[in-house]
């Protein structure tokens, strides 16, 4: 498990030098779907406390269109045309290194969830508060080794590999977790 300091260190480091990349991301957002450009949401994090989570839009304005939270998709039909690219490479999870130096979240650890969703899972799947034992990440064990979690039956077996995460996380779980994602990055796989 990554240290505080990694935390800080990495996750100022990617800022910056992703800097470049945010700001034509953005422009990119602007000319496709408009403003805003940055997407912000009420997540779960460490000990159950929420927080608001930042990335890039990259769905429709209208994705949830008053109908309350909705699961996401893998080939979700609200993401534009932009998104799609945003999401393939994960350059819309950049905004969430913001996260990670405010320490609401960190580089690596269990995906956070909207409390709405919570509520939900919770109902069926008595450990799932277990995930909050630690930081949120922007990348984990469960995101690397499942699919993306479409319903409740799908995040009830994602669960499994978190919890293995919370029990066995380490300093060399994460840097094979993050070595996994860029993998991930370069081969252009969510």
Same mark, same amino acid.
């Given at each position: ?87 393939? *490479? ?48 922007? *990348? ?51």
């Amino acid at each position: 498990m990554l240290f505080r300091s990694n935390d800080l260190l990495f996750a100022s480091l990617g800022l910056v030098l992703s800097l470049p990349i945010l700001l034509l991301a953005s422009l990119a957002i602007l000319l496709d779907s408009g403003f805003p450009i940055f997407f912000h949401q009420t997540r779960t994090g460490y000990l159950g406390r929420p927080y608001t989570l930042f990335k890039l839009r990259t769905m429709r304005q209208d994705a949830e269109g008053g109908g309350g939270a909705q699961w996401a998709q893998q080939q979700d039909h609200r993401v534009t045309f932009v998104g799609r690219f945003l999401r393939k *490479t994960r350059i819309d999870e950049i905004p969430q290194l913001w996260n990670v130096i405010k320490g609401e979240m960190s580089l690596v650890g269990p995906r956070p969830e909207r409390p709405e969703l919570d509520e939900e899972i919770e109902r069926i799947s008595p450990f799932w508060k277990c995930r909050y034992l630690l930081k949120p990440g922007i *990348t984990g064990w469960a995101q690397i080794k499942y699919q993306y979690a479409s319903d409740l039956e799908m995040s009830e077996e994602k669960l499994s590999y978190d919890l293995f995460y919370v029990k066995n996380a380490s300093f060399f779980l994460d840097l094979e977790i993050i070595l996994s994602t860029l993998r991930s990055i370069m081969k252009g796989s969510r």
